[in-house]
């Protein structure tokens, strides 16, 4: 039974992973961006409809993420170039991407595919236990396990990784060296938004294999707390991902047992969750924010 | 104000000529932004077979043509008018609160309890207000949950607010689905109905209730709580510099404790009024979207309490167009948050010159 929520932390949880590392992108260079959830909804629509379509999940996955990074780039344009209020435009993409894919996908809500199945991989997966939690998934969560360590290291061993944080920490040294901290946020808010659109399509290509309106139901706010869960650090938002996949798989373990607890205490989980774990780590430390980043939340509410 | 022709050596009729281009320019973008969403959704409309002209001109007809429609708009601008409060109050005192959503969510849980288990017998004079104090109450437990964990735990208030309006849903539905369910529903997830005089009165001619009166007055309250008492001004100072505020001697917590529970019990008096005028009972989906319209009107707003009368207003009648669209079209009404999204996406994008 715990290899089996483990198996589902995994399974459910990397969508909501895929996304957070994305926001923590975004978020590493001074954006704070609510409009994560938009992306990924748009990401699980196009993600699905290239599928439908080409038969090809690989095809959906790319679709997925250039759908996300497509929406990002509003939020780009209004925060970066017309000084907009991130968490106000934030929230509107949120809300243009509920609207637009529910609008968009009602075609495809009976659709099927076939999209991507769990792929075992050879001789590991033969572990007991631990090689059905971890070497039994779809391709995409392969890659995003791999993405995690590759964006730690980018972040913290390069020199890109050096410029991203400038731009989220002092501008001015981004300036002084040459470097527009303007065109570096939006590259980060448009990979951040490519990110949430792949977790999208994860969800839907790869997870459910289906569309349905509003699919997401919150994960990409909770990618969105993670990152602060997280304290900006890439591993601990893939742990942090994991926890609420594992809410999320418990939940289905307890409905299989017959256990009798009211699905809706279940459904609420993943949600005081993530909550109770924000607790923990704000009562443990402060000021791993972003310098630029805590102005976002610290400023006027009237911007 | 020094303008471009102060600083740019230029002849004296150049100057002129540029002193008199900027308000005309301005004038411009203005009506640019009003127009381009709604040219921008007439495109899509017309790529989808829909004629945009006979929407908005049947939109602004619903909206202004007769009572019934004119009340219409203003059922819709009532909850959001509340829910804009919730948002702009604490964003006075420089907190984010988007749980409006879960507030107003709590609020009509709350209100439909009070309302099928205890005041059923009650005469309205007495069950109506205290079906509104239930709500009221439910609305600031809710944000209470959201102070605590801002105020005691440190958590930024805009992410523990938005997580728990999943969590407001989700309980709603228990309620719906198990302890609240109407025997006689058949299974579907609703309460009971309340008792007919627990009912907000009705204009003639309308469905429109007094409802709407009570939001406004509680917008000319909030206006005059923080434009004329001191309290006001604490909250004022506190959003302007918290630094400023502390020294001062100003009790922040307090303040942040303070306003954050007004609004909640401000959003949950909206989910009240949507029982007790509109749907007469409580569904999962009650109230669903209010509470992120409203903030999205406080935020057009400034977060202005009178201004919001306005931009309530609009966002109402958009929304009016949006079930207009569903029956007359076929389109999802869904399909119109497209176009406030846009609304706002254009206001924000001109927001510029304006000091954003």
Known sequence: MIADILTGALRSGTSVMLASQGELISERAGVINL????????GALGGFATT?????????????????????LIHACLVLDRGANQLASGLTLMFFGIGVTAFLGRSFVSEQIVGFNPVPIPVLSDIPVLGEVLFNHDPLTYLSMLLVPALWFVLFRTRIGIILRAAGEREEVLFACGVNPRLVRYAAVLAGGFLAGIGGAQLSVAYTHSWVENMTAGRGVVAVAMVIFAAWRPFRAM??????????????????????????????????????????????KRSSVPEGLSRVFAADADG | MKTEADLLPLSPQAARAVGRLRPARK?????????????????????????????????VRSAFGDWFGFGETLIKATPILLTGLAAALPARAGLINVGGEGQLAIGALFATMAAVWLLDALPAAAGIPLMLVAGALGGALWAGVTALLKVA??????IASLLLNYVAVFLVGYFVHGPLKDPHSFNWPFSPEIARQLRLPVFDGTRLHIGFLLAIAFAVLVWLVLAKTGTGFRIRVLGGNRIAAERAGIRVSLIYAGVLLAAGALAGIAGMIEIAGIEGRLRPTTGATYGYLGFLAAWMAWNHPLRLLLTSF????????GNELEIGSGLPSSSVHMLMALVLFFLMGGARGRKA
């Not at chain 1, 409009?35 to 748009?42: D, F, I, Q, V, Y």
């Not at chain 1, 996949?245 to 993943?270: E, H, N, R």
């Open chain 1, 35 to 42: 409009g994560t959830e938009g992306c990924m909804l748009a």
């Open chain 2, 153 to 158: 735990g440190r958590i930024n208030e805009t």
């Open chain 2, 314 to 321: 609009l966002l109402g009648m958009i929304a009016v167009a």
């Open chain 2, 27 to 59: 004038i411009g973008r203005q009506i640019i932004v009003i127009l381009a969403p709604f040219v921008l959704y007439g495109l899509f409309l017309l790529y989808n077979g829909v004629n945009p002209w006979e929407l908005y001109v049947s939109m």
């Open chain 1, 239 to 284: 742990l942090g991902a994991y926890l609420f996949g594992a809410a999320q798989a418990l939940q289905l373990t307890v409905q299989q047992q017959g256990l009798p607890i009211s699905p809706y205490f279940l459904f609420m989980a993943p949600y005081v969750l993530t909550l109770a774990a924000l607790l923990i780590v704000e009562r443990r």
């Open chain 1, 52 to 72: 439908v379509w080409t038969g090809n999940p690989w095809l959906g996955a790319l679709a997925g993420g250039l759908c996300g990074m497509l929406l990002s």
